[in-house]
């Protein structure tokens, strides 16, 4: 079991956790919010003038926001002047689709943002000066809420500094108030005036970047980007920090967007598991199936991760996979009417059916972006995994050991001894590899505690916590907690809590953190005092047996 101590410090390889972190920020403001967007879409799929229930007098003209109060009659709901085609005004409802879309959205994007940055203070001032931003331009303001939300409370939390300890006792909850009121109302004014129009301008110039690259037909180059930084864990970063601010936007415009699917299509990771299902060898063969299931219905992308990883040359296949998909979407203009999250063929049907999208055509469409994206995706990885089965085989450890110890080496930042004495077992069977892997991570814990732990865990560290932690905190870490929580209930453990969390919500109350080992430096930064256990698959690692014996053994000796 790979474990640290508490309170040792590594180097965690600053380029890559800086990137991943910046990444979880982008994400981190969106993903929390994913049913305010979901909701949002059904609304807008059920009840605009082209929608499922468009037809529905009176509750689609007043939810859709297109009927007239005149002629209705509904007392009491909000309305607004309209101009009818032949110039004459009338008072129209409001209802839902742009309210929601104009502020609610981009308000909750803000509150989040603040809140990471300076908690529940810093959400409330990033929510007074975005509200500027919107009213100050006539477009969704989601670029707008992501900058100037985490801006907000950055200042609030500078302008605290400035008087903290120094304010009379009894007036701190005046000073804390007017203080905070009066910043958020400058910066509102600021948004109006000034950061209102600058957004209007960068999100002219993102919107034309897209629509040149789409005209020019250059938008499947994306996927090079795309899809090998999905398999580093910036799969949510990319998808909910990028594309879903530009989609909702080009959404509420044209019906639906193509950037919902460049990073959400699940061909690519269907395709790459079919492969590794009728190419692959050993445990990757074996348990590629059941990850078929998780990834495509369920949406959960990372599961596919780790395979790409064992062996990266089947990132090339990922990305003609990603770019076949694109290629598809933008030559037959298909498109998501909200963003699909979480990732799975269930949630990409509901958006792209919407009949603001095109329907049925569309939804055809997005289908064959999906079967081709892992056509492609299954015959590239195939020929791959078929040019290195045999020195897989002969190998005698599966074929991915290398990669993963080259992985683990990245991951720490530097060459180990330890693991350059794996490398060389790797001639050797699967036993061999198992006890390198044991005298491993038996002198790493040896080192990191000074001699005082051995066997490759902490024995005075006593576990009630567990927490699982993930990039947002939603998605594969839930399903390891799902499956770590019914072993330690059938072991007759009762007394031990195990819940997922976002990284970045990681806090002192956990005792045992299990992440991802692309992840474990970033966990390990947020709570150092906590034993760290890193796996390769939140499904069915072993590591999973070693934390459940160690729990027991603890609640046996303390018996």
């Given at each position: 079991m790979t474990t640290t101590s508490p309170g040792v410090a590594k180097d965690p390889g600053r380029a890559r956790v800086a990137v991943q972190r910046f990444g979880t920020f982008l994400s981190g403001m969106i993903m929390p919010n994913i049913a305010a967007f979901i909701a949002w879409g059904f609304i807008t799929m059920l009840f605009i003038p082209l929608g499922w229930l468009g037809w529905w007098?009176?509750?689609?003209?007043?939810?859709?926001?297109?009927?007239?109060?005149?002629?209705?009659?509904?007392?009491?709901?909000?309305?607004?002047?309209?101009?009818?085609?032949?110039?004459?005004?009338?008072?129209?409802?409001?209802?839902?689709?742009?309210?929601?879309?104009?502020?609610?959205?981009?308000l909750l994007i803000a509150n989040t943002?603040?809140?990471?940055?300076?908690?529940?203070?810093?959400?409330?001032?990033?929510?007074?000066?975005?509200?500027?931003?919107?009213?100050?331009?006539?477009?969704?303001?989601?670029?707008?809420?992501?900058?100037?939300?985490?801006?907000?409370?950055?200042?609030?939390?500078?302008?605290?500094?400035?008087?903290?300890?120094?304010?009379?006792?009894?007036?701190?909850?005046?000073?804390?108030?007017?203080?905070a009121g009066i910043l958020?109302?400058?910066?509102?004014?600021?948004?109006?005036?000034?950061?209102?129009?600058?957004?209007?301008?960068?999100?002219?110039?993102?919107g034309a970047a897209v629509g040149w690259l789409v005209s020019v037909n250059l938008l499947p180059l994306v996927s090079i980007i795309v899809e090998p930084a999905k398999v580093l864990f910036l799969n949510n970063a990319i998808n909910h920090g990028v594309f879903t601010p530009l989609g909702v936007e080009q959404a509420a415009e044209t019906g639906k967007s193509i950037l919902f699917l460049i990073e959400a299509n699940p061909g690519p990771g269907l395709g790459l598991l079919l492969a590794f299902t009728f190419f692959g060898i050993g445990a990757a063969k074996a348990s590629a199936p059941g990850a078929i299931i998780i990834q495509f219905f369920g949406g959960i992308h990372e599961i596919y991760f780790p395979y790409a990883l064992a062996k990266p040359a089947t990132i090339l296949a990922l990305i003609a996979g990603g770019a076949t998909g694109v290629t598809v979407n933008m030559l037959f203009n298909g498109g998501l009417a909200f963003p699909a999250a979480p990732g799975s063929i269930i949630a990409v049907t509901a958006a792209a059916s919407s009949p603001a999208a095109g329907g049925i055509g569309n939804l055809l469409v997005v289908y064959l972006s999906v079967l081709l994206a892992a056509a492609v995706t299954f015959v590239v990885a195939?020929?791959?995994?078929?040019?290195?089965?045999?020195?897989?085989?002969?190998?005698?450890?599966?074929?991915?050991?290398?990669?993963?110890?080259?992985?683990?080496?990245?991951n720490k930042g530097k060459e180990s001894a330890a693991l350059a004495g794996l490398r060389a077992s790797a001639g050797n069977d699967a036993r061999a590899e198992h006890d390198a892997d044991e005298a491993y991570n038996e002198a790493e814990t040896a080192r990191a505690t000074g001699g005082e732990a051995s066997g490759g865990r902490l024995e005075t560290k006593q576990i009630t916590n567990i927490v699982f932690a993930c990039d947002a905190g939603m998605g594969s870490s839930a399903m390891g907690a799902s499956v770590l929580r019914n072993k330690i209930t059938k072991a007759g453990i009762t007394d031990v809590t195990v819940t997922n969390k976002a990284i970045a919500n990681l806090d002192d109350s956990a005792d045992l953190v299990i992440t991802q080992n692309q992840l474990t430096d970033r966990a390990r930064q947020k709570t150092p005092g906590a034993v760290h256990v890193s796996v390769d698959n939140f499904m069915n690692s072993p590591r999973y047996d070693e934390v459940v014996e160690l729990v027991r053994d603890q609640h046996q000796d303390g018996a």
């Open positions: 007098e009176p509750v689609a003209p007043l939810l859709g926001g297109f009927g007239n109060a005149d002629v209705i009659g509904w007392q009491g709901a909000m309305t607004a002047l309209a101009e009818a085609p032949d110039g004459a005004t009338f008072p129209q409802y409001v209802g839902l689709v742009g309210p929601m879309i104009t502020y609610l959205l981009p943002a603040g809140r990471m940055v300076y908690g529940e203070r810093g959400g409330v001032v990033a929510t007074i000066a975005t509200m500027g931003v919107i009213v100050g331009t006539n477009i969704p303001m989601f670029l707008g809420a992501m900058i100037m939300g985490p801006i907000a409370a950055l200042l609030t939390k500078w302008m605290d500094r400035i008087w903290d300890g120094k304010i009379k006792p009894g007036f701190e909850m005046l000073v804390n108030n007017f203080s958020g109302m400058l910066l509102a004014i600021v948004g109006f005036f000034v950061f209102g129009p600058l957004m209007i301008g960068i999100s002219a110039v993102l195939a020929v791959i995994l078929r040019a290195t089965r045999k020195r897989d085989l002969e190998s005698g450890l599966g074929g991915d050991l290398s990669a993963a110890i080259a992985q683990t080496e990245a």
